[in-house]
Protein backbone atom coordinates (compact mmCIF):
# COMPACT_ATOMS: atom_id res chain seq x y z
CA UNK A 1 0.00 0.00 0.00
CA UNK A 2 1.32 3.08 -0.93
CA UNK A 3 1.86 5.99 1.94
CA UNK A 4 1.81 9.39 2.44
CA UNK A 5 4.26 11.53 4.73
CA UNK A 6 5.35 15.04 5.27
CA UNK A 7 8.77 15.64 4.07
CA UNK A 8 10.50 19.58 4.29
CA UNK A 9 6.59 20.33 4.14
CA UNK A 10 5.69 18.62 1.14
CA UNK A 11 3.47 16.12 0.96
CA UNK A 12 5.01 12.93 -0.51
CA UNK A 13 3.26 10.09 -1.89
CA UNK A 14 5.63 6.63 -1.62
CA UNK A 15 5.08 4.08 -3.89
CA UNK A 16 4.78 0.78 -1.88
CA UNK A 17 7.42 -1.80 -2.57
CA UNK A 18 4.91 -4.51 -3.52
CA UNK A 19 3.45 -1.90 -6.26
CA UNK A 20 3.36 -3.12 -9.93
CA UNK A 21 6.49 -1.44 -11.94
CA UNK A 22 6.04 2.10 -13.31
CA UNK A 23 6.40 0.44 -16.87
CA UNK A 24 4.44 3.59 -18.77
CA UNK A 25 2.34 6.21 -19.36
CA UNK A 26 -0.21 4.90 -18.23
CA UNK A 27 1.27 3.92 -14.69
CA UNK A 28 2.38 7.37 -14.30
CA UNK A 29 -1.02 8.83 -14.91
CA UNK A 30 -2.20 6.38 -12.47
CA UNK A 31 0.24 7.70 -9.90
CA UNK A 32 -0.19 11.26 -10.80
CA UNK A 33 -3.79 10.13 -10.19
CA UNK A 34 -3.40 8.91 -7.09
CA UNK A 35 -1.44 12.00 -5.82
CA UNK A 36 -3.82 14.29 -6.74
CA UNK A 37 -6.42 12.77 -4.73
CA UNK A 38 -3.98 13.11 -1.26
CA UNK A 39 -3.05 16.40 -2.19
CA UNK A 40 0.89 15.50 -2.39
CA UNK A 41 2.77 17.37 -5.48
CA UNK A 42 5.77 14.56 -5.16
CA UNK A 43 6.20 10.79 -5.91
CA UNK A 44 8.73 8.53 -4.68
CA UNK A 45 9.20 4.96 -6.48
CA UNK A 46 11.65 2.60 -4.99
CA UNK A 47 14.50 2.32 -8.02
CA UNK A 48 13.14 -1.86 -8.24
CA UNK A 49 9.70 -0.74 -9.33
CA UNK A 50 10.72 1.01 -11.99
CA UNK A 51 10.91 -1.07 -15.07
CA UNK A 52 13.63 -2.20 -16.92
CA UNK A 53 12.75 -0.04 -20.39
CA UNK A 54 12.50 3.41 -18.32
CA UNK A 55 16.36 2.71 -17.67
CA UNK A 56 16.97 2.54 -21.47
CA UNK A 57 16.65 5.56 -22.92
CA UNK A 58 16.13 4.40 -26.34
CA UNK A 59 12.56 3.19 -25.90
CA UNK A 60 11.30 6.39 -24.59
CA UNK A 61 9.29 5.28 -21.73
CA UNK A 62 11.52 7.72 -19.36
CA UNK A 63 10.85 10.70 -21.70
CA UNK A 64 7.20 9.53 -21.70
CA UNK A 65 6.82 9.22 -18.39
CA UNK A 66 8.81 12.63 -17.20
CA UNK A 67 6.64 14.55 -19.80
CA UNK A 68 3.79 13.18 -17.55
CA UNK A 69 4.77 14.04 -14.09
CA UNK A 70 5.76 17.57 -15.80
CA UNK A 71 2.36 18.08 -17.36
CA UNK A 72 0.89 17.71 -13.94
CA UNK A 73 3.63 19.34 -11.76
CA UNK A 74 4.00 16.61 -9.92
CA UNK A 75 7.60 16.02 -9.13
CA UNK A 76 8.47 12.25 -9.55
CA UNK A 77 11.60 10.68 -7.54
CA UNK A 78 12.89 7.52 -8.12
CA UNK A 79 14.73 6.44 -4.77
CA UNK A 80 17.14 4.27 -4.83
CA UNK A 81 20.80 2.58 -6.26
CA UNK A 82 20.52 2.69 -10.22
CA UNK A 83 24.37 2.90 -10.57
CA UNK A 84 24.03 -0.92 -12.85
CA UNK A 85 22.69 1.67 -15.43
CA UNK A 86 24.55 4.61 -14.87
CA UNK A 87 27.58 2.54 -15.85
CA UNK A 88 25.84 0.76 -18.47
CA UNK A 89 24.51 3.97 -20.13
CA UNK A 90 26.82 7.09 -20.95
CA UNK A 91 23.29 8.74 -22.04
CA UNK A 92 21.19 7.19 -19.18
CA UNK A 93 23.91 9.23 -17.05
CA UNK A 94 23.59 12.33 -18.77
CA UNK A 95 20.43 12.35 -18.18
CA UNK A 96 20.51 11.83 -14.84
CA UNK A 97 22.63 14.19 -14.56
CA UNK A 98 20.60 16.82 -16.58
CA UNK A 99 17.50 15.29 -14.17
CA UNK A 100 18.98 15.50 -11.09
CA UNK A 101 19.63 19.98 -11.68
CA UNK A 102 16.16 20.09 -12.27
CA UNK A 103 13.10 20.80 -9.90
CA UNK A 104 11.14 17.60 -12.23
CA UNK A 105 12.95 14.55 -11.72
CA UNK A 106 15.18 13.39 -9.45
CA UNK A 107 17.44 10.52 -9.03
CA UNK A 108 18.59 9.99 -5.39
CA UNK A 109 20.10 7.37 -3.59
CA UNK A 110 18.31 7.59 -0.38
CA UNK A 111 15.55 9.43 2.53
CA UNK A 112 18.51 11.44 3.86
CA UNK A 113 19.17 12.90 0.04
CA UNK A 114 15.52 13.20 -0.94
CA UNK A 115 15.08 14.86 2.56
CA UNK A 116 18.06 17.30 1.73
CA UNK A 117 16.75 17.94 -1.26
CA UNK A 118 13.04 18.79 -0.18
CA UNK A 119 14.73 21.01 2.14
CA UNK A 120 17.19 23.03 0.16
Known amino acids: MNTISAIAGRQVLTVAPETPTLAGEQDAVDLIGEAFGHEANVVVVPADRVAADFY???????????????MYRIRLVVLGDISAHLVASDAFRSFVHETNKGGDVWFLRDEEELTAKLGG
Open 56 to 70: QLRTRVAGDVVRKFQ
